[in-house]
């Protein structure tokens, strides 16, 4: 199975701040069938990125996201309070689709 | 609006079985595969189950392959998770989760429940 490998596990940042979450994965995704979601405590996954890319309906425009192969990250350009969160990178290019570890992002 | 809720979680004792729900709401149910993830205590996402729109094909991961079964009905709009044998590991919250699209094994998931706490222990 295709392991995904998030870095760094956490990450201590003002609001306003620019970060960007690296997602690595062992073989290359098929398709750049990749996503992100973000977690908040206590809350389901919200879908934020499929297709390595593309921005799910309703997600603002600072959140950006590339990658090809087997490199992908994500980019928050200004970090908002509600931004605070752990992101997990998911590919569904090969079964069984398989979660990263995620990573969280605190306010520092 | 597209609404999906768990229900069913609980205490249960090892070796004991467990049955989760899941209704959806404000989609073409059949349309759509469904999916069930979990979550242990403080880790990360671990997908379990997939089963496609129409029923017919059904997909587990190999810790619970043997074990759980997934299952729909498309006149009420549910899915179902059967849980038996189950094992301290198996301790999580479970989320059901409509998938983007109907068929095949793997999809990303754009819209979840909140969640039901399964807690196997003695």
């Known amino acids: 199975e295709i392991v995904l490998t998030q870095s760094p596990g956490t990450l201590s940042l003002s609001p306003g701040e620019r970060v960007t979450l690296s997602c690595r994965a062992s073989q ?3 398709t750049n069938y ?18 390595a890319s593309r921005r799910a309906t309703g997600i603002p425009d ?9 490199d992908f990250s994500l980019t928050i350009s200004r970090l908002e309070p509600e931004d605070f969160a752990v992101y997990y990178c998911e590919q569904y290019g090969a079964s069984p689709q398989t979660f990263g570890g995620g990573t969280k992002v605190e306010i520092k | 609006e ?17 049955r989760l729900s899941c209704t959806a709401s404000g989609f073409t149910f059949v349309d759509y595969a ?3 993830v979990r979550q242990a205590p403080g880790k990360g996402l671990e997908w379990v189950s997939v089963i496609t729109g129409n029923g ?6 190999d810790s619970v392959r043997g074990r759980f079964t997934i299952s729909r009905d498309n006149s009420k709009n549910t899915v179902s998770l059967q849980m038996n044998s189950l094992r ?18 793997t999809g990303y998931f754009d819209s979840w429940g909140r969640g039901t706490l399964v807690t196997v222990s003695s």
């Open chain 2, 88 to 105: 301290a590991e198996d301790t999580a919250v479970y989320f059901c989760a409509k998938r983007h699209d109907s068929s095949g094994p």
């Open chain 1, 34 to 51: 990749l996503a992100w979601y973000q977690q908040k405590p206590g809350q389901a996954p919200r879908l934020l990125i499929y297709l």
């Open chain 1, 62 to 70: 600072r959140f950006s996201a590339s990658g090809s192969g087997t």
């Open chain 2, 34 to 36: 469904m999916i069930w």
């Open chain 1, 28 to 30: 290359r995704v098929p």
């Open chain 2, 56 to 61: 017919r094909d059904t997909y587990y991961a």
């Open chain 2, 2 to 18: 597209v609404q999906v809720v768990e229900s069913g979680g609980g205490l249960v004792q090892p070796g004991g079985s467990l």
